[in-house]
């Protein structure tokens, strides 16, 4: 079967890191995304990946490794704002342009 | 991303009854997908369409079709609604960034 792995909650105080995984077992692969999104809204893109290694943007940063199946999002200097889900996915096919897997999402909780 | 159009944003429906939500893409893009998103199930693939033709679908009964028209306009229908149907439904425009519109919040009571 088709398997998008990630914690469910974490927890992290105003300033910090959070670091969140995802593992991944599909049939194929030609991209993982990560999105964040508030509760009551529509997930917002944050960022894309399709070759390993590390894509930076701003306080948001994405890695990936294809051979070990995983991904992880890293926010840094935490902001309040910042507290929502967020949710990994993946294309398993090139000709699939927009069909997606969605892992459960994980919610991350900033406090002061 | 602005672009991504959906109407409309809040629906009541009977259980019974059937409904049609509307996407309209960002300007030049020729596919949309489009979600189901609940509290037990997440976010779940139901169909994908590409200059007007539906080019995946997921596992959903057939309760649940599409269509594109030749704008990329996309429309999606639910008939014989239950109140399990009752979600966040979100179109999509595909490419490297997948943006989302602001979605339809269906209510079947």
């Known amino acids: 079967g088709q398997n998008i792995d990630q914690p469910t909650e974490m927890t992290a105080t105003e300033g910090a890191i959070v670091q969140i995984n995802c593992t991944y077992q599909?049939?194929?692969?030609?991209?993982l995304f990560w999105y964040q999104q508030h509760a009551g809204e529509a997930p917002t893109f944050l960022s894309y990946?399709?070759?390993?290694g590390l894509e930076e943007k701003g306080r948001f940063s994405s890695f990936l490794s294809r051979s070990k199946g995983y991904s992880y999002l890293l926010l840094k200097e935490l902001q309040m704002k910042d507290s929502a889900s967020y949710l990994c996915?993946?294309?398993?096919?090139?000709?699939?342009?927009?069909?997606?897997?969605f892992g459960a999402g994980t919610q991350v909780v900033v406090t002061p | 991303k602005a672009g991504v159009t959906q109407t409309p944003r809040y629906l009541i429906k009977t259980r019974g009854q059937q409904v049609t939500l509307s996407c309209s893409p960002i300007s030049g893009h020729r596919s949309v997908s489009w979600y189901q998103q609940t509290p037990g199930q997440g976010l779940q693939f139901l169909f994908e369409y590409f200059s007007e033709t539906q080019r995946n679908k997921g596992n959903f009964p057939g309760r649940f079709s599409g269509r594109q028209f030749s704008n990329s306009r996309s429309e999606m229908n639910v008939s014989t609604l239950e109140l399990g149907d009752s979600a966040l439904y979100l179109c999509a425009c595909a490419g490297n960034e997948a943006f989302f519109g602001q979605g339809t919040r269906l209510t079947v009571v």
């Open positions: 996915a993946v294309r398993d096919r090139a000709d699939s342009w927009g069909k997606l897997q």
């Open positions: 990946n399709v070759l390993d």
């Open positions: 599909t049939s194929g692969f030609n991209g």
